[in-house]
DNA sequence: ACCAAATGGTTTGAAGCAAAACTAGTTGCG
DNA sequence: CGCAACTAGTTTTGCTTCAAACCATTTGGT
């Protein structure tokens, strides 16, 4: 840790840093975690921009489209397939089952878990969410370019390493 | 939007799909955003792992980072320095400020606003934390090897482009 | 100099999330 | 078998976050 640029300075004598052009990031500018959390943000925000106008709650998206390619998956597959806790997943299932997007079957096999389904309004609705969604991919895909797939590699391999 | 594997299994007769080797991401798959969750998920909580010993709060690292390197910053370039809105600095400020280990001067300019410094105590215990952080940022490192600048272009690009 | 618009900061409200505690069902090992 | 350990799912609790409403101050246009 280095030392601060102007340490001495308590009564605020020098300008108060209100531009954000000189800023000093430190150790925090090749933190790769740092940088990580803002290109989040900054993706989770347009993402509600392009789907702001559809009633898309943000968990939806992914946990309707896990369900389409892998009908019949337990909620905590399904859970550790979109990254969340399974606790979260509870509430997100509630509301789709409510409102008719999702079907639940008992599983003979194991009676504690039950399988997932899309209904058709679910299909249509997921339908929809998927053109919202693909705006926002394409905008992703024209800012990371060609080097899109190795980004991914990069971002997969931080995920499964860190366990 | 491709079709269901298995679209006309009303009754989960096929196996309930409770391993996830066989899982089928479709379109998320090739989604930025998606796997930039999953990422900063798995780094955020590989960075509670590491610092879960002290009793540092998520925010605290990067604010008291920022302030040190930017003696006299106010709340609201910190806010944008860090990636967060203004109003989830104000907490946080106020437990650094209780703890005395940031302090704040008023700065004539502008009567709105004031200059944050970290106290001698500041000092100390962002040193502590530095060393946690230390070791989650050579684990990272680890894991994405020589093409860390590479990412960190690509992702400071996605924040600064997406507005 | 005035007044509208913009800015800095705080407060309040609601959403998302994870961890822990709990229930119900399953598996494994003696 | 029988019981301990584990797993699936829900509920509860607490934290982090953003957005919107709000107040004080500053800025800019006329």
């Given at each position: 840790?280095?030392?601060?640029?102007?340490?001495?300075?308590?009564?605020?004598?020098?300008?108060?840093?209100?531009t954000d052009e000189q800023l000093e990031f430190g150790s925090l500018a090749s933190a790769v975690g740092f940088h990580l959390r803002l290109a989040q943000n900054a993706s989770f925000k347009a993402f509600k921009r392009h789907t702001g106008e559809t009633d898309l709650r943000p968990g939806w998206y992914a946990v309707l489209t896990l369900i389409h390619h892998n009908p019949g998956i337990?909620?905590?597959?399904?859970?550790?397939?979109?990254g969340r806790d399974k606790?979260?997943?509870?509430?997100?299932?509630?509301?789709?089952?409510?409102?008719?997007l999702v079907r639940r079957s008992a599983i003979p096999s194991?009676?504690?878990s039950y399988a997932l389904f899309?209904?058709?309004?679910?299909?249509?609705?997921l339908a929809m969410l998927a053109k919202s969604a693909a705006a926002h991919d394409t905008e992703l895909d024209a800012i990371v370019g060609e080097r899109?797939?190795?980004?991914?590699?990069?971002?997969?391999?931080i995920v499964t390493l860190l366990d």
């Open positions: 840790m280095d030392k601060p640029a102007d340490a001495k300075d308590d009564t605020a004598l020098r300008s108060p840093l209100g337990t909620p905590i597959t399904l859970s550790r397939a979109s606790s979260t997943i509870t509430p997100v299932l509630r509301d789709l089952l409510r409102d008719g194991d009676r504690r899309l209904t058709p309004d679910g299909e249509e609705k899109k797939d190795e980004l991914i590699q990069a971002l997969r391999r």
